[in-house]
C-alpha cells in the first residue's frame, strides 16, 4: 500500500502548481484529475 503526504484533487492551474511546489520539496505527492491534463503543465510554468 502507498501512502502520500500531499494529495491535490483538480489538475488545474491551482492544481498543477501545488503538486509541482510539493514535488519540488520532496513531498510524496499524488494529483487526481478526472480528464486529461493536456498541456496545461506547460502553460501554468511558462
Do not use: R
Not at 24 to 37: A, C, D, M
Amino acid at each position: 500500500m502507498t501512502f502520500y503526504d500531499l494529495l491535490i484533487i483538480g489538475g488545474g492551474p491551482a492544481g498543477l502548481v501545488a503538486a509541482v511546489y510539493g514535488a519540488s520539496e520532496g513531498v510524496h505527492t499524488i494529483l487526481v484529475e478526472v480528464q486529461h491534463l493536456e498541456g496545461k503543465l506547460l502553460q501554468v510554468l511558462i
